[in-house]
């Protein structure tokens, strides 16, 4: 091989790299083209008759500045000016004025600093400026130093692209002086220019990230307008969950100021929902003048069931969720899926591959409890099913149930009857006054069931469960404990806290009944950060022995005491410094629950973190070490990252890890952090995760994945997953509690016959459910030892999941709130954050007739402009008024 052949080319030093002649002739955007020989001289490019032009005219108006007749200097820098300004250029090319000044940047600079301060001298800092646009200066800043020494000039008449670099050089520029201790005025005065040409020219982002660096973002409300506020606060919004305290808080304020600003207080409403704060709930509320909207905010108030006093019949109606079941028996008609189906009717056990006689279908009290939980999930709501409701004597089908089985049989009453308070008290009466304590017990827990979401003025599950706290049968105390709970999640109530502490406290009751007590009163004061009953369940702790601590129940108790602090953050601190007090290892595993409960769907990257360390350690049982926290850690991961998708996705392939790596108890918890994760949303990735993971050699695992499979269909009738749930019913048939399992699983994926959601994240996945995630949360954790508590007697804990459960309808209401059809197109959802124009925000729509059912990922929108929505998202109830400015095609023709 010759020299020449072998001869490596060097890459260039210069910016520029090396060109064969064609490409010189062709390239039009660079002025020079600079080789690395030394020893050849620097080429110029041909440049048309016009560009040869312009190049001389700049280079002559460069040399008249440098001219001592000062007589020219304004002539010229104008003549600059205007040649700058109106080069027009394609998007990927710099223009051409700039192009050839540049190689006298330097010179200029020469020339400013020779001139006195003047108006020419202060004209020329504006060119400097924009020249320094195109030089690199090592981080000096130069666009921005000119341009706070230049003209009063307006900004806009330089371009965007300069604007866009010159707000860039202002956030370095601050974070640098803020470091030094230096004033920010003159950065600030240019910002507050810079703010309202984004805004104008839809760059709201810009405009947003600016004020951000500049830590001023409270001063945007000012530069706000109706035609540009939407899209300001939806970007605001989208990035609250990546940014970190306290700015997230201040996002979520200054959105809400804007709204209130635009009076649109649907928005401002959710935005004070997801502070959390009921003062401003309240001031919101209350501000709202129009009597129909005030009934759109009680039924968004309803939803996430925050009770505001009002003396208004109709909106107390609207906030106390009264007609919930009406509409949804309507619904029902509408769908026309009010025949009651039969657990039968869901297994489909002709369809699984069992050969006879292999007790397929031996009467078990097991194979019983199953069905009634299944009767119970699928027929929810309805008002009547064909084991309870409608068959001559319903006693039949309780005592086909043994002990506990009678309790949660006659409990699935509440279900059946779900939210239709006045008839399922007549129902459920009766069964007071049985002589059986387990189907009493079942009674006040069906008391607590059908009132759920629904609250009333005559208060019955208070007037007729609080008497029953103090009898002396277990099973009763602990229905009556359940039912309270269930009936009041989220009210606040005081004189609840007065009934149900003093059992927490009493060392003389069993560690169920106090841990149970302990849970029902943190999901009636859920995220309130209550300090009497902290320091009641502290206290408590304390206080109990150390056989009594390491019960299954206990763990019931540090629940409770987490639900307190749901998705309140720092407000934990104090509660989880003195839990490090506690010596036994509940300390270790209530310090976990509570962490994780503070910072519930905040998407908090250091939080997930820290819970996946403490998956990292191998605690040896045989010393005695405690590893419960472990699995809390797992659950915690899925419960920070669930109110953000980025933070959801990648959770799933960290939980893919741990179960390659982790210990036991770490991997009994994975399935149950993806069931929380991905509730009442099968996607096809974690339905075949599961499906893998409910083969696995280890029980414990498996049962928990069948359980996570029902959690992940739970309402949406979804035929893939009834497929695998048949076929795990056939692998499983020889095993009873996996064949338990896979029947309480195809019992939640039909829940409500597919009309039902339990997922904790609704209004267009903006606002999460703090009842819906304790009620989900407190079922799982009785999963952490399934064998002890839902595979043992204490079954009826999978009732907690009613406070999840909801409609996943959309009814449109007329002014005088009965149903009014109307024509919807539904779809997937599209994510149009910072994107250009008026995007469309759903895709591959079909157009249906309200009422209609919505998945997890689907969003609706009206298909006509006849009506105008008194809601800002398409889900539950929504209020319609008629447009004014509507004009029907038939009629104009």
């Not at 041909?46 to 108006?61: G, I, P, R, T, V």
């Not at 830590?215 to 409300?221: N, V």
């Not at 339990?758 to 606002?767: A, F, G, Q, W, Y």
Request: net charge negative; proline share 4%.
């Amino acid at each position: 091989m010759s020299k020449e052949a072998a001869r490596v080319p060097v890459p260039s030093q210069d910016p520029e790299p090396k060109k064969d002649k064609q490409r010189e002739e062709n390239n039009t955007n660079k002025v020079f083209n600079i080789k690395n020989d030394s020893k050849e001289q620097p080429t110029e490019e041909e440049l048309s008759e016009e560009d040869q032009q312009l190049k001389s005219d700049l280079e002559m108006l460069i040399e008249r500045l440098k001219d001592s007749n000062t007589s020219l200097y304004r002539p010229s820098l104008e003549t600059l000016r205007t040649l700058i300004r109106t080069a027009t250029t394609s998007m990927t090319s710099v223009p051409k004025p700039l192009k050839f000044l540049r190689p006298h940047y330097q010179e200029v600079i020469g020339v400013y600093e020779s001139w006195a301060d003047s108006e020419d001298k202060r004209l020329l800092a504006d060119i400097l400026s924009l020249l320094a646009m195109t030089y690199s200066d090592d981080g000096q800043r130069m666009s921005l130093k000119y341009r706070i020494l230049g003209s009063s000039d307006q900004l806009e008449s330089w371009g965007h692209e300069y604007i866009r670099h010159l707000s860039g050089e202002i956030g370095q520029e601050y974070a640098s002086r803020i470091e030094n201790d230096e004033s920010c005025d003159d950065l600030m005065k240019l910002a507050f220019e810079v703010v309202p040409f984004f805004l104008k020219h839809n760059a709201e982002a810009d405009a947003v990230d600016l004020l951000l660096e500049l830590e001023a973002i409270e001063k945007l409300p000012e530069y706000v307008d109706q035609d540009t506020y939407a899209r300001v606060c939806l970007y605001m919004v989208s990035c609250v969950s990546l940014l970190a305290p306290p700015d997230d808080i201040l996002f979520l304020k200054t959105a809400h100021t804007i709204y209130r600003q635009q009076n649109k207080l649907p928005q401002a409403i959710s935005l004070t929902i997801k502070l959390n704060d009921i003062e401003m709930i309240k001031d919101d509320f209350n501000s709202c003048e129009d009597p129909l909207l005030k009934k759109q905010l009680a039924f968004i108030l309803a939803r996430q069931q925050i009770s505001v006093e009002t003396e208004d019949e109709e909106l107390a109606e609207c906030l106390n969720n009264t007609r919930l079941s009406e509409h949804f028996i309507a619904l029902a008609k509408e769908l026309d899926v009010m025949e009651p189906k039969t657990p039968e009717d869901i297994y489909k056990t002709h369809l699984e591959n069992v050969r006879s006689g292999l007790g397929g279908n031996v009467d078990s009290a097991r194979q019983n409890l199953a069905s009634t939980f299944v009767n119970a999930f699928v027929n929810a709501g309805f008002g009547t099913d064909k084991l309870m409701t409608t068959s001559d004597d319903a006693n039949s089908w309780i005592y086909k149930n043994k002990e506990h089985g009678m309790l949660s049989a006659a409990a699935s009453l509440g279900m059946i009857l779900l939210w239709d308070v006045d008839v399922g008290l007549s129902q459920i009466d009766k069964y007071l006054y049985s002589n059986d304590d387990y189907i009493k017990a079942g009674a006040l827990l069906a008391i607590g069931i059908v009132n759920s979401r629904v609250r009333s003025e005559t208060d019955p599950a208070y007037a007729l469960l609080q008497d029953y706290l103090d009898d002396k049968s277990a099973p009763i105390k602990i229905g009556a404990i359940v039912g309270l709970g269930l009936a009041y999640a989220g009210s606040n109530r005081e004189d609840l806290s007065e009934l149900l502490s003093p059992i927490i406290s009493d060392t003389s009751v069993s560690m169920e009944i106090a841990g149970l007590a302990a849970l029902s009163l943190g999901l009636i004061f859920v995220g309130s950060c209550d300090g009497d009953i902290t320091s009641t369940i502290l206290q408590t702790m304390m206080e109990r022995d150390d056989l009594q601590l390491k019960e299954t129940n206990s763990r019931f108790m540090g629940l409770g005491l987490g639900l307190l602090y749901l998705a309140k953050q720092e407000a934990a601190e104090a509660t989880l410094e003195t839990l490090k007090a506690i010596e036994h290892p509940i300390g270790k595993q209530v310090e976990v629950l509570v962490e994780v409960c503070a910072y519930a769907g905040t998407g908090n990257v250091l939080k997930v973190q820290k819970m996946l360390h403490h998956c990292t350690y191998h605690l040896d049982k045989e010393k005695g070490e405690d590893d419960l926290h472990q699995a809390f850690a797992v659950l915690g991961v899925a419960l920070i990252a669930m109110g953000e998708d980025s933070g959801a996705e990648m959770s799933l392939r960290t939980f893919n890890h741990l179960m390659h790596y982790g210990e036991p108890v770490i991997r009994r918890a994975v399935p149950l952090a993806l069931g929380l994760l991905c509730a009442s949303n099968p996607l096809i990735n974690i339905l075949d995760t599961l499906s893998k993971y409910s083969h696995d050699n280890d029980t414990d695992v498996a049962i928990n994945a069948i359980f996570a499979m029902g959690l992940v269909g739970a309402g949406t009738n979804n035929a893939r997953l009834a497929q695998m749930l048949r076929q795990l019913a056939s692998y499983y048939h020889k095993e009873p509690n996996s064949l338990f399992m896979v029947r309480i699983a195809q019992g939640l994926l039909h829940m409500g016959k597919g009309t039902m959601t339990i997922n904790p994240i609704h209004s267009d996945r903006t606002l999460m459910s703090p009842t819906a995630v304790a009620g989900i949360l407190s079922v799982l954790v009785a999963f952490t030892d399934a064998k002890s508590t839902i595979l043992s007697k204490s079954h009826y804990l999978l009732y907690y999941l009613v406070n999840a459960m909801y409609p996943r309808f959309l009814i449109t209401l007329d002014e005088n709130l009965k149903s009014f059809p109307v024509t919807v197109r539904v779809g997937q959802a599209v994510d149009v954050v910072g994107q250009a124009g008026r995007p469309k925000t759903i895709t591959g729509f079909q157009t249906h007739s309200t009422p209609v059912l919505l998945a997890h990922s689907e969003r609706a929108e009206l298909a006509t402009e006849e009506y105008l929505t008194l809601s800002h998202v398409l889900e539950g109830f929504v209020l319609l008024k008629k447009n004014p400015d509507y004009m029907d095609e038939d009629t104009e023709k």
